[in-house]
């Protein structure tokens, strides 16, 4: 098969695992803050992941709008906003916040969701986005329909042919990009200086073919002390028996190093699609000192990888500063979001949610670098 041949079959193979994985099974079971049911929606890219949030307060950002744009944004508003430009972006992001749950627009359907922070999309060739719009409203009436995590330069195609369907488009975050990790090492002295870490390093390397049973509890452990305790209590909370099931359907791939003891003692966690990989598992024993270099430690295991399979790397948001002086490019992540076949008072929410979103939260997003 040629390469894209390759990529399609992939794709259409993660899929059917992800299927075969969560299809029927209540996903509170495996990530505890996550209460959606998970569907699949056909395409001839294969049956498409989707998830089904009917509007429970509280649940993680990657399958609630409301806690994307109203509690997760009020976090980040105050942990990173300067004085004089947190407290009215806190008023704005409370005053949107009601609107949503007035409006209904957390009952939500995520086509091609995932359950990551950062969803991968097959090639549009093999998709009608149209279609798929036409079919989920058939199959949802009464929700929203998004498609998260696209970027102008990875996926422009998609986000001209959703919009063209009727969608909206919705600010989300600022990500980064590396297209050719070789190209840079030479240009960013950082990169090379984790790198040669990788080597450098006393505690030991633990390979994808070296991760045992016990390993998956102390992964979610130190993802939890990395995106829970230091970051948010609405990323969603893997639990190890999630990452057991993951790993052995070949969806995640581990990699990190072992301490003295033979725990974990960093890691990070690589899905791929194509020639793209993500990141959205990176976990580190906070405890330990800074010197130790944990956290360069894991990041510099995804860039080896990019490295040496030829890969490119979305490492998805924040650490921003940490990823632009190793080469990432900034660029803006959007939902597509459509609304017109719901009620007014959605409809509303939705294009307020697009306006504020790409007139006021893109310019601070690239203002202060986030």
Same mark, same amino acid.
């Given at each position: 098969?040629?390469? &894209?041949?390759?990529?399609?079959?992939?794709?259409?193979?993660?899929?059917?695992?992800?299927?075969?994985?969560?299809?029927?099974?209540?996903?509170?079971?495996?990530?505890?803050?996550?209460?959606?049911?998970?569907?699949?929606?056909?395409?001839?890219?294969?049956?498409? &992941?989707?998830?089904?949030? %009917?509007?429970?307060?509280? %649940?993680?950002?990657?399958?609630?709008?409301?806690?994307?744009?109203?509690?997760?944004?009020?976090?980040?508003?105050?942990?990173?906003?300067?004085?004089?430009?947190? &407290?009215?972006?806190?008023?704005?992001?409370?005053?949107?916040?009601?609107?949503?749950?007035?409006?209904?627009?957390?009952?939500?359907?995520?086509? /091609?969701?995932?359950?990551?922070?950062? /969803?991968?999309?097959?090639?549009?060739?093999?998709?009608?986005?149209?279609?798929?719009?036409?079919?989920?409203?058939? $199959?949802?009436?009464?929700?929203?329909?998004?498609?998260?995590?696209?970027?102008? +330069?990875?996926?422009?195609?998609?986000?001209?042919?959703?919009?063209?369907?009727?969608?909206?488009?919705?600010?989300?975050?600022?990500?980064?990009?590396?297209?050719?990790?070789?190209?840079?090492?030479?240009?960013?002295?950082?990169?090379?200086? %984790?790198?040669?870490?990788?080597?450098?390093?006393?505690?030991? +390397?633990?390979?994808?073919? %070296?991760?045992?049973?016990?390993?998956?509890?102390?992964?979610?452990?130190?993802?939890?002390?990395?995106?829970?305790?230091? +970051?948010?209590?609405?990323?969603? @909370?893997?639990?190890?028996?999630?990452?057991?099931?993951?790993?052995?359907?070949?969806?995640?791939?581990?990699?990190?190093?072992?301490?003295?003891?033979?725990?974990?003692?960093?890691?990070?966690?690589?899905?791929?699609?194509?020639?793209?990989?993500?990141?959205? @598992?990176?976990?580190?024993?906070?405890?330990?000192?800074?010197?130790?270099?944990?956290?360069?430690?894991?990041?510099?295991?995804?860039?080896?990888?990019?490295?040496? +399979?030829?890969?490119?790397? /979305?490492?998805?948001?924040?650490?921003?500063?940490?990823? $632009?002086?190793?080469?990432?490019?900034?660029?803006?992540?959007?939902?597509?979001?459509?609304?017109?076949h719901l009620p007014r008072r959605t409809r509303m929410a939705v294009a307020a949610l697009s306006t504020l979103s790409c007139r006021l939260g893109t310019p601070l997003l690239r203002r202060f670098r986030l």
């Amino acid at each position: 098969m040629n390469a &894209p041949a390759i990529e399609e079959a992939r794709f259409a193979a993660s899929a059917r695992a992800f299927a075969a994985l969560h299809a029927g099974r209540d996903v509170a079971t495996l990530v505890p803050n996550l209460h959606a049911r998970i569907e699949t929606l056909g395409s001839t890219a294969g049956e498409l &992941p989707v998830t089904v949030h %009917d509007g429970r307060a509280g %649940d993680a950002w990657v399958c609630s709008p409301r806690t994307t744009y109203a509690d997760y944004a009020a976090e980040e508003s105050a942990r990173y906003l300067p004085g004089w430009a947190a &407290p009215p972006s806190l008023r704005m992001i409370a005053s949107l916040g009601h609107l949503l749950q007035w409006s209904g627009i957390d009952r939500a359907v995520s086509i /091609n969701n995932w359950l990551l922070s950062t /969803n991968l999309y097959p090639a549009l060739g093999l998709v009608d986005p149209t279609s798929l719009v036409q079919d989920a409203v058939a $199959r949802w009436p009464g929700h929203t329909l998004w498609f998260r995590s696209l970027n102008a +330069h990875d996926n422009a195609d998609w986000l001209a042919a959703l919009q063209a369907a009727g969608c909206q488009l919705v600010t989300s975050r600022q990500v980064y990009l590396y297209d050719d990790v070789d190209t840079l090492i030479g240009r960013h002295g950082n990169l090379k200086a %984790d790198l040669a870490l990788l080597r450098k390093t006393p505690l030991r +390397h633990c390979g994808d073919q %070296d991760i045992a049973e016990a390993d998956y509890a102390r992964i979610a452990e130190l993802y939890a002390l990395l995106y829970i305790g230091k +970051h948010s209590r609405f990323n969603p @909370i893997y639990g190890a028996e999630f990452l057991r099931l993951w790993h052995r359907a070949g969806l995640l791939t581990f990699e990190g190093f072992r301490a003295d003891d033979d725990r974990l003692a960093c890691v990070v966690g690589l899905f791929r699609q194509g020639r793209t990989a993500t990141a959205p @598992i990176v976990g580190y024993d906070t405890a330990r000192p800074q010197k130790t270099g944990l956290y360069r430690l894991a990041t510099a295991c995804a860039y080896r990888a990019c490295l040496e +399979h030829g890969w490119r790397l /979305n490492f998805s948001a924040g650490a921003a500063g940490f990823k $632009r002086l190793r080469g990432g490019v900034a660029t803006i992540e959007y939902s597509a979001v459509y609304a017109r076949h719901l009620p007014r008072r959605t409809r509303m929410a939705v294009a307020a949610l697009s306006t504020l979103s790409c007139r006021l939260g893109t310019p601070l997003l690239r203002r202060f670098r986030l």
